[in-house]
């Protein structure tokens, strides 16, 4: 079985020189601003998801969108936009995470 590695690095470089802070990574997910907005790896490839706290502001939204896409693509990686995600704490420390494709 194969398994390919994520270039977490060159995310992290793209997301710095955007002005961006990686805030927590863990296996395919890569929280960035404090929760603004998280990429998820595909599972082959150096593709990442998109998405974005349902909070966050739309305008800052469409912003990054704008900036991180075709910087991604430059640096070799393709970022596709799905949509929005709600991050709710549990009882238990854990933390549930919901998707919402556009």
């Known amino acids: 079985m194969e398994s390919?590695?994520?270039p977490l690095g060159t995310v992290m470089q793209l997301l710095e020189e955007l002005?961006?802070?990686?805030?927590?990574?863990?296996e395919?997910?890569?929280f960035v601003n404090h929760n603004g907005f998280l990429l998820q790896f595909e599972n082959a490839g150096p593709t990442l998801?998109?998405?974005?706290?349902?909070?966050?502001?739309k305008s800052e939204a469409d912003t990054i969108e704008q900036?991180?896409?075709?910087a991604a693509d430059k640096l070799g990686?393709?970022?596709n936009k799905k949509g929005l995600y709600n991050l709710t704490e549990q009882d238990n420390e854990n933390v549930?995470?919901?998707f919402f494709d556009n």
């Open 49 to 57: 998801n998109l998405f974005f706290n349902r909070n966050f502001p």
């Open 67 to 70: 900036s991180i896409i075709p």
């Open 4 to 6: 390919s590695l994520r």
């Open 19 to 26: 002005g961006h802070e990686v805030t927590y990574a863990y």
């Open 77 to 79: 990686l393709a970022i």
């Open 96 to 98: 549930q995470i919901e």
């Open 28 to 30: 395919d997910l890569v």
